[in-house]
């Protein structure tokens, strides 16, 4: 057995470099981080764009999960055209019919099916021996590839499976019509040398591991997802699963915007290559931020508002001399602009079209029309458009083109150091208006939450709100961001507005409004 690769690969003159299929689980792994879930139009939105960035596959969703899950699915798997859709499944004839049922309509399907194996996930989860876990996965494989040529099998927790089972399952699964076959460190409890080791062990002791990929698929509780998934790669992975910003269960999952500028800026040690076009990461990146409402740390690599940012005087005179004293990419490279464009009350229609796209997002006319609309009117409040208004202006359109059941008709607020926070409300709702007064809160937000309780009768407990600026200047649009809790579940809510407390309002009414369409659902 050959040891594992735990130095840099050296490129050889001559060889081509293989390309590492990029797997982004965004939609689906992504999705799973509390209150992050997106509705059918923020999803369609978001697999558009990573259509844009040439991801090879996009898991879309997990159709079994819940019946919006499925129409995600469907609709991504009928509309999207380039990457691979692919559905999850457990290892059971239902899952794997309804993944089917959703993906079958798609350009080329991949159903990616998943069995838990670690001796840990045997006894206390699945209860179920090892011989019992070979023959589920192989009957599962069997079924799904009755279906569907393009198969992925993931034994779940294969990090923490002891080598010999792993290699019996892989062996197996692969024999049954698995095309690729994904390692996850499920609980991201691997190290660099260890997952290295792995992948290895599988090159080495698995004997038709040629008839299938390896893949990938690392978390970040330790925050080792990034250097697991490169040393999976230098040690024969084809493929790596991740998703935009790292987003995911618990701590998240490897990021793609970190292992594909790793291969790409460090390309002098690694003969590997990726189809991602490197200029749509920030779009993408600030895309999936504004949807899901979870905001990218400053200091997060590539993307992050700091990434580029020198503040030391000594940076910045090099930078000045020389841009590699302290630059290792170009921020042009990943896609920041050079200049942020700004749009104004005379700039047409035709310029807003032009702007939008260059920033990653399609609008039907009926779209464009509508944001146009809303541009008017913020031009009419702030002189200058910045492209943080523009994605805003287009995400609060995709927000509110899913049912809303409440909308925001009026509302007056009063509040001040010596006086009792005042709300008058008014929503309406198909075409009725309602109306609430509030003057009880500790101040106008508590006292808004409690007006909107008031009329929807919807009892939302805040566990976190967030305003921030959408741009720059003080005339910016304030984005309101909420993640709240209704019986149990994480919702999200955001609002955009240039009045922070309306946009708060806005942000209150899309929580609500998603957990009327999930109890619709
Ligand atoms: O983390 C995990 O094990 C997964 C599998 C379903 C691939 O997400
Ligand atoms: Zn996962």
Known sequence: M????????????????KTIRIFDTTLRDGEQSPGASMNLAEKLEVAQALAD?????MEAGFPIASPGDFEAVREIATTIRGPVICGLARCNDKDINRAWEALRDAETPRIHVFLATSAIHRKFKLNMTEDEIVNRAVEGVKLA??????????????????????????????????????????????????????IATLVNRVPNIDQAVISVHCHNDLGLAVANSLFAIENG?????????????????????????????????????????????VPCSRLVSSVTGLLVQRNKAIVGRNAFAHEAGIHQDGMLKERTTYEIMRPEDVGFSKTDLVLGKHSGRAALADRAKALGHHLTDEQLQ????RFKVLADKKKEIYDG?????????????QEQRWELEDFHVTSGKSVQPHVRLQLRRDNEVYSAEVD??????????????QITGVKLVCKDYQVRSATLGRDAQGEAILEVEYQGRSYRGRGVSTDTVEATLKAILSAVNRIAALERA
């Open 53 to 57: 960035l040439g991801v090879d596959i």
């Open 440 to 453: 009880e809160g500790d101040g106008p937000i508590d006292a808004a939450f409690w007006a909107v309780e």
């Open 389 to 401: 208004d523009i994605t805003a202006l287009v995400e609060q359109q995709f927000q509110e083109q």
């Open 370 to 373: 509508k944001v146009f609309e």
């Open 2 to 17: 050959t040891e594992p690769n735990t130095e840099s690969a050296a490129p050889t003159a001559a060889a081509a470099p």
């Open 237 to 281: 992975a084809g493929q790596v699963e991740c998703t935009i910003n790292g987003i995911g269960e618990r701590a998240g999952n490897c990021s793609l915007e970190e292992i594909t500028m790793a291969l790409h800026t460090r390309s002098d040690i690694y003969p590997f290559r990726t189809n991602i076009n490197t200029r749509r990461l």
């Open 145 to 198: 590839k009755s279906l569907c040529d393009d198969i992925e099998f993931s034994p779940e927790d294969a990090a923490r499976t002891e080598h010999d089972f792993l290699c019996r399952v892989v062996e197996e699964a692969i024999r049954a019509g698995a095309t690729t076959v994904n390692i996850p460190d499920t609980v991201g409890y691997a190290t660099p040398v260890q997952m290295g080791k792995t």
